[in-house]
């Protein structure tokens, strides 16, 4: 089967919708599919992998630990926007820690998360043969 | 030109079936082929065989099956996510005996089937297209 570039683009806050949830949903089935995944965190969608979340007063199960799972998938390319960050009041450092291990540098382990600006992540969209979007 | 189309909001509640299904309708009559429509989130519940508009409205799920979207084998190619629509009170004969649920509301120009759907669409289609929020 072809290898095309996917890219999911999650907008939405973790919790409010069901949208992120079933985003990581399509994530980890697609990761079952050896094509070059990667994933951008723009507006609201920031929240989604912002360190500390804790749902307990709201009835819904807490998924943000299953980012940190990516990296066994071989999903390693996390893309956020600076700007959305910072219209936020967030930075890198309230981002919770995202790893892989580098298979080509002795399973060195690494971030996945890299802070880009939306000129930066316009190239990098233009670059996917598939975006979807949520 | 081989088109995929994702649909991630339910019928009447929003647009963006109603968008979709006047897209592939305009593509599917400038010769294009629509490979799959894939619905996800609540664009689940355009499946559903129970829904009943009023008479002087469109009927979206209708529309949908009438567009007839199949493959080579007479497989609809409308096809609905299995966890989401389970998650929603979506469920064929199948899963509704799976869950010991009595009835089953899936229009019989649909399927239930998994994410790979998705995937697999996205890699065969020249192009996907999503509508949603």
């Known amino acids: 089967m072809a290898t095309k570039k996917f890219m999911y683009l999650n907008r939405k806050a973790p919790y409010g919708t069901v949208y992120a949830l079933e985003s990581l949903e399509v994530v980890l089935i697609a990761a079952a599919f050896e094509q070059d995944v990667s994933l ?22 807490n998924f943000s630990k299953t ?17 959305s960050l910072s219209e936020r009041g967030l930075s890198e450092a309230d981002i919770m820690p995202i790893v ?3 298979e080509d540098d002795d399973w060195a382990e690494k971030s996945s998360i890299k802070i880009v600006s939306n000129a930066e992540l316009t190239k990098i969209m233009a ?4 975006c979807l979007s949520f | 030109m081989k088109i995929a189309i994702q649909i991630n909001e339910g019928p009447y509640q929003h647009q963006a079936s ?5 897209f592939a309708k305009a593509a599917i009559a400038k010769g294009h082929e629509i490979f799959r429509v894939f619905f996800y989130h609540d664009g689940v519940n355009n ?3 129970f829904t009943v508009p009023p008479q002087d409205d469109r009927n979206v799920i209708n529309q949908w099956a009438e567009l007839g979207i199949k493959n080579a084998d ?26 010991g649920i009595t009835g089953n509301n899936i229009n019989p120009a649909f399927r239930i089937s ?10 065969q289609a020249e192009r996907l297209v999503v509508f949603g929020d």
Do not use: W
Request: glycine content about 12%; proline content about 1%; overall charge negative.
């Open chain 1, 40 to 61: 951008a965190f723009i507006d609201d969608g920031v929240y989604q992998i912002i360190a500390g979340q804790n749902t307990d007063g709201i009835g819904m199960k």
């Open chain 1, 100 to 102: 892989y291990e580098d």
């Open chain 1, 67 to 83: 980012y940190n799972a990516l990296g066994d998938y071989d999903i390693n390319k996390l893309y956020v926007s600076e700007q």
């Open chain 2, 74 to 99: 007479g497989e609809p190619e409308l096809v609905i996510c299995i966890a989401a629509a389970l998650r929603r009170g979506m469920l064929d004969e199948s899963e509704a005996g799976k869950n």
């Open chain 2, 114 to 123: 998994g994410l790979g759907q998705l995937i697999e669409a996205g890699i």
């Open chain 2, 18 to 22: 109603d968008s979709a299904y006047q």
């Open chain 2, 47 to 49: 499946a559903s065989a």
């Open chain 1, 127 to 130: 670059e996917q043969d598939v």
